[in-house]
């Protein structure tokens, strides 16, 4: 290797660090593909709409057993309760993608008489729990 | 005759050239540039409309104060899906609220008119599978083929069975139950 | 390359060059290797514009009071509606929803508030722009322009909703457009002309000149009632409209000469007259009573001293005392003095307590309107009783659908 001329390798090695320098960028450019996300997908991705409409379902179906469902009768009502509470949680786990489910005791009790009522709510990314939704009977 | 000592710098430069131009090639290549996606924001803002409207339509004007019973309904939304209103849900949601000229006409919401909805409701019938049907919309407008949208949703909760019996499956349960109103909106 | 001639070889030149020429294009590349990552449209003025759309529509502002709209304690902060302009530094945040618990639901009281531009400072490049800093938080200054209007009719006799702040819009901006139903205040009337005849004396022992307008809390701010429907006085101005007075005027003894013992009896100082002692209108029945005082009487029955809260008082169709005027009923500064033929119509503020509280889900607060003639002159109406405002007697108007819009640049 005696005879080999090495005075021109500098050019070489700039053309080397030039090449290292593109691949450090593309190192880190392609961290950004990772963690970027816009806020309008942000917005999207946060079930705001969902949540808010299932509580409000929700105490539409304590009113409904506080009120329609007594005069179905016993069986009737706690049939029809049962099925209510499958629907929700069906519904929302197949075409929403998120679990959802409730529950509220069956008689009101206090004073004045008063119930809580109790959702649940998981969609894989937000998880949302109410415990004590105060109702008045 | 020509001294070919110094060829060793030309290699180098040509060298080091193509060393540098092939490693960009790869970079180029291999990376996926992110852009931000601009289209999600009409996504956004056609969702927030969309569950905004269901809303609306969902609450009842005024206070009942009498118990509900079987045959009312607590709001228009209800009243429309009961009775299998197709018509009036469809020219209630776009043209009383999604694209009414007298209140769009200072919006800037623009090609309001491109933009179709279909509407379906999912039930969980007698034997405990879900099930679903159409909103029949009398007017399905340019192209029925859903491109690229928003789906909004809205729980009811119905007293009854929704009716009249052609218009819905037979396997529906007949007694109170809750129904997932879905609307698609779509630029045509 | 040794050597004294101090030329450099072509070869050399060659090279370097060709590795230049590489080095600047591939320098020419990576620009567009970051163009990914730049702010391409600047500020993302649409998460502005949602951002602040949620605020409005699904916030109640800060301090908006009890998030259960009928309790109220000592310590909080007076809703930021009723607030005067010298206390404008407490508002914190604007929304205009009623409650956390009622999204979109919106209250007149608080559009009303938020679109007065005499209140709030509106100017784009004022550095006291109160939108800015109570609703973008933020001190860049953004563009903006929020508009609401009414998609159903708002209750009669209100006009239509139009109303709208900010500059005109420009070539881009972000957007949101968010559909809302409006809450409007109610009021009631008092119609003494019906059938069965209510609110008149007619034993001695009942007359006492006082119409007594009862606003009870508990009835009001019953809980099973959805708070979006609830009529909550604390925030809501209301109105009372007392009509048809004539036929409570005291013509009990119409000038025949016998006396009347319903048309003798006072009670404003206690002392009853005498049974046995004629008095008579001399000859004709009066053409009008006289409204001495208004009165406000707590839970228990006892006069609240002073005004619990401003009305306006407008007496046969004339705002007493004068148009800018609200009504300070001072009964120690020798109180009122109107003559009424026919009407009076109340506007009556939002009932905060001023201090002590009186009026509240679990009290209740009477407003009586005095006609007491000063001893030991005869009574010239007969009005007495109770009205109870509560939600079969009360108008209260159907929520009203509207649309927001917001745009910010």
Same mark, same amino acid.
């Given at each position: 290797m005696e005879g080999v001329k090495? %005075?021109?390798?500098?050019?070489?090695?700039?053309?080397?660090?030039?090449?290292?320098?593109?691949?450090?960028?593309?190192?880190?450019? *392609?961290? *950004?593909?990772?963690?970027?996300?816009?806020?309008?997908?942000?917005?999207? %991705?946060?079930?705001?709409?969902?949540?808010?409409?299932l509580k409000h379902d929700i105490l539409e179906v304590e009113y409904f057993n506080r009120t329609l469902c007594t005069n179905l009768g016993g069986t009737k009502c706690g049939t029809v309760m049962g099925n209510i509470s499958q629907e929700i949680q069906q519904i929302s786990l197949y075409r929403k993608s998120a679990i959802a489910s409730f529950s509220f005791p069956a008689t009101c009790s206090g004073s004045p008489p008063q119930r809580d009522v109790y959702i649940h709510y998981n969609n894989g990314v937000t998880a949302y729990d109410e415990y004590e939704i105060r109702i008045y009977c | 005759m020509v001294k070919d000592g110094a060829q060793l710098y030309t290699m180098e430069g040509i060298a080091a050239g193509l060393i540098m131009l092939l490693t960009t090639y790869l970079v180029l290549g291999s990376t996926s540039v992110y852009t931000p996606g601009d289209t999600h924001i009409t996504d956004m803002q056609l969702e927030q409309v969309g569950s905004d409207i269901l809303r609306v339509m969902d609450t009842p004007v005024r206070l009942n104060n009498t118990l509900i019973d079987n045959s009312l309904n607590r709001s228009d939304l209800e009243q429309m899906v009961?009775?299998?209103?197709?018509?009036?849900?469809?020219?209630?949601?776009?043209?009383?609220? !999604?694209?009414?000229?007298?209140?769009?006409?200072?919006?800037? !919401?623009?090609?309001?008119?491109?933009?179709?909805?279909?509407?379906?409701?999912?039930?969980?019938?007698?034997?405990?599978? !879900?099930?679903?049907?159409?909103?029949?919309?009398?007017?399905?407008? !340019?192209?029925?083929?859903?491109?690229?949208?928003?789906r909004v949703t809205h729980w009811i909760h119905t007293n009854y069975k929704p009716g009249p019996a052609a218009s819905v499956p037979g396997d529906m349960k007949n007694e109170p139950q809750e129904l997932l109103l879905e609307v698609v909106m779509w630029k045509a | 390359m040794k050597g004294k001639s101090g030329q450099l070889p072509v070869d050399f030149l060659v090279g370097f060059t060709i590795f230049i020429l590489s080095f600047i294009m591939v320098a020419n590349f990576v620009p567009s290797l970051l163009v990914g990552l730049q702010r391409t449209t600047g500020i993302d003025y649409d998460a502005v514009a949602y951002r602040t759309g949620v605020v409005l529509v699904?916030?109640?502002?800060?301090?908006?009071?009890?998030?259960?709209?009928?309790?109220?304690?000592?310590?909080?902060?007076?809703?930021?509606?009723?607030?005067?302009?010298?206390?404008?530094?407490?508002?914190?945040?604007?929304?205009?929803?009623?409650?956390?618990?009622?999204?979109?639901?919106?209250?007149?009281?608080?559009?009303?508030?938020?679109?007065?531009?005499?209140?709030?400072?509106?100017q784009f490049s004022s550095p006291t722009n109160d939108y800015r800093t109570r609703l973008f938080f933020s001190s860049y200054q953004y563009g903006y322009n929020i508009t609401l209007q009414n998609i159903s009719p708002m209750k009669p006799g209100a006009p239509a909703l139009s109303m709208s702040i900010g500059q005109p819009y420009p070539a881009g901006y972000g957007y949101i457009r968010r559909y809302v139903l409006i809450r409007q205040n109610t009021n009631a009337t008092v119609n003494l002309n019906q059938t069965p005849v209510e609110y008149i004396a007619t034993t001695p022992a009942q007359v006492n000149q006082q119409l007594r307008i009862r606003l009870d809390g508990s009835v009001l701010y019953d809980p099973t009632i959805p708070p979006a429907y609830q009529v909550d006085l604390l925030r809501e101005p209301f109105t009372i409209q007392v009509t048809n007075l004539s036929y409570m005027l005291n013509n009990s003894d119409p000038g025949n000469n016998t006396y009347s013992p319903i048309a003798c009896r006072s009670n404003l100082t206690g002392l009853g007259m005498p049974l046995s002692s004629p008095c008579e209108w001399n000859g004709a029945a009066p053409t009008y009573a006289t409204l001495r005082n208004i009165y406000f009487y707590d839970d228990t029955g006892t006069q609240i001293a002073g005004y619990y809260t401003k009305m306006n008082l407008t007496v046969d169709g004339v705002r007493e005392p004068d148009a800018n005027d609200p009504v300070d009923p001072s009964p120690l500064n020798g109180g009122l003095g109107y003559q009424v033929t026919n009407n009076i119509t109340l506007d009556v503020s939002p009932l905060w307590p001023p201090g002590t509280i009186e009026f509240d889900a679990f009290r209740s607060l009477d407003i009586g309107?005095?006609?007491?003639?000063?001893?030991?002159s005869p009574p010239r109406t007969l009005i007495t009783g109770e009205f109870l405002y509560d939600y079969n007697n009360a108008t209260v108007p159907d929520l009203s659908t509207g649309m927001l819009e917001v745009g910010i640049w």
């Amino acid at each position: 290797m005696e005879g080999v001329k090495t %005075e021109a390798q500098w050019i070489v090695m700039m053309g080397f660090l030039v090449s290292l320098g593109i691949f450090f960028l593309a190192i880190i450019i *392609s961290q *950004s593909t990772l963690v970027g996300q816009t806020t309008a997908e942000g917005v999207l %991705e946060f079930p705001k709409n969902d949540i808010q409409d299932l509580k409000h379902d929700i105490l539409e179906v304590e009113y409904f057993n506080r009120t329609l469902c007594t005069n179905l009768g016993g069986t009737k009502c706690g049939t029809v309760m049962g099925n209510i509470s499958q629907e929700i949680q069906q519904i929302s786990l197949y075409r929403k993608s998120a679990i959802a489910s409730f529950s509220f005791p069956a008689t009101c009790s206090g004073s004045p008489p008063q119930r809580d009522v109790y959702i649940h709510y998981n969609n894989g990314v937000t998880a949302y729990d109410e415990y004590e939704i105060r109702i008045y009977c | 005759m020509v001294k070919d000592g110094a060829q060793l710098y030309t290699m180098e430069g040509i060298a080091a050239g193509l060393i540098m131009l092939l490693t960009t090639y790869l970079v180029l290549g291999s990376t996926s540039v992110y852009t931000p996606g601009d289209t999600h924001i009409t996504d956004m803002q056609l969702e927030q409309v969309g569950s905004d409207i269901l809303r609306v339509m969902d609450t009842p004007v005024r206070l009942n104060n009498t118990l509900i019973d079987n045959s009312l309904n607590r709001s228009d939304l209800e009243q429309m899906v009961n009775t299998t209103n197709g018509g009036r849900f469809f020219s209630t949601f776009t043209n009383t609220y !999604l694209c009414n000229p007298e209140v769009v006409a200072n919006a800037v !919401l623009s090609g309001c008119g491109d933009i179709q909805v279909n509407a379906s409701v999912w039930y969980l019938t007698n034997s405990g599978s !879900l099930g679903t049907y159409m909103v029949p919309n009398p007017n399905p407008g !340019l192209s029925s083929v859903p491109g690229p949208g928003v789906r909004v949703t809205h729980w009811i909760h119905t007293n009854y069975k929704p009716g009249p019996a052609a218009s819905v499956p037979g396997d529906m349960k007949n007694e109170p139950q809750e129904l997932l109103l879905e609307v698609v909106m779509w630029k045509a | 390359m040794k050597g004294k001639s101090g030329q450099l070889p072509v070869d050399f030149l060659v090279g370097f060059t060709i590795f230049i020429l590489s080095f600047i294009m591939v320098a020419n590349f990576v620009p567009s290797l970051l163009v990914g990552l730049q702010r391409t449209t600047g500020i993302d003025y649409d998460a502005v514009a949602y951002r602040t759309g949620v605020v409005l529509v699904e916030d109640p502002g800060e301090p908006a009071g009890n998030r259960i709209l009928g309790e109220v304690s000592p310590t909080d902060k007076m809703p930021w509606e009723l607030q005067d302009v010298a206390f404008k530094s407490e508002i914190d945040r604007l929304g205009l929803a009623i409650s956390p618990d009622t999204p979109n639901v919106l209250s007149i009281n608080k559009i009303n508030k938020f679109f007065d531009t005499s209140f709030f400072d509106d100017q784009f490049s004022s550095p006291t722009n109160d939108y800015r800093t109570r609703l973008f938080f933020s001190s860049y200054q953004y563009g903006y322009n929020i508009t609401l209007q009414n998609i159903s009719p708002m209750k009669p006799g209100a006009p239509a909703l139009s109303m709208s702040i900010g500059q005109p819009y420009p070539a881009g901006y972000g957007y949101i457009r968010r559909y809302v139903l409006i809450r409007q205040n109610t009021n009631a009337t008092v119609n003494l002309n019906q059938t069965p005849v209510e609110y008149i004396a007619t034993t001695p022992a009942q007359v006492n000149q006082q119409l007594r307008i009862r606003l009870d809390g508990s009835v009001l701010y019953d809980p099973t009632i959805p708070p979006a429907y609830q009529v909550d006085l604390l925030r809501e101005p209301f109105t009372i409209q007392v009509t048809n007075l004539s036929y409570m005027l005291n013509n009990s003894d119409p000038g025949n000469n016998t006396y009347s013992p319903i048309a003798c009896r006072s009670n404003l100082t206690g002392l009853g007259m005498p049974l046995s002692s004629p008095c008579e209108w001399n000859g004709a029945a009066p053409t009008y009573a006289t409204l001495r005082n208004i009165y406000f009487y707590d839970d228990t029955g006892t006069q609240i001293a002073g005004y619990y809260t401003k009305m306006n008082l407008t007496v046969d169709g004339v705002r007493e005392p004068d148009a800018n005027d609200p009504v300070d009923p001072s009964p120690l500064n020798g109180g009122l003095g109107y003559q009424v033929t026919n009407n009076i119509t109340l506007d009556v503020s939002p009932l905060w307590p001023p201090g002590t509280i009186e009026f509240d889900a679990f009290r209740s607060l009477d407003i009586g309107l005095d006609f007491t003639e000063p001893s030991p002159s005869p009574p010239r109406t007969l009005i007495t009783g109770e009205f109870l405002y509560d939600y079969n007697n009360a108008t209260v108007p159907d929520l009203s659908t509207g649309m927001l819009e917001v745009g910010i640049w």
